[in-house]
């Protein structure tokens, strides 16, 4: 795994992973009231900015209240 993240508040929970496979890297992101997005990237630098997007959605949840499960 290149990233995993799990947060939760009050019995909700919001996930961010990015996986190595051998086809590219599996970007996944997934809240309870939200179906899963899935993407695979070839390109490291697209890996790079949802590396940056995943970051800042996660300390944005941590100001309002979530913590890391």
Known sequence: MVFEKTLVREGQTRSFHIAWTPEGWEVSEQGQEQEARRQ?????????????????????????????F
């Open 40 to 68: 695979k990237h070839t390109d490291w630098h697209r890996v790079e900015r949802t590396v940056a997007r995943f970051t800042r959605q996660i300390d944005e949840l941590r100001r309002d209240g979530w913590t890391e």
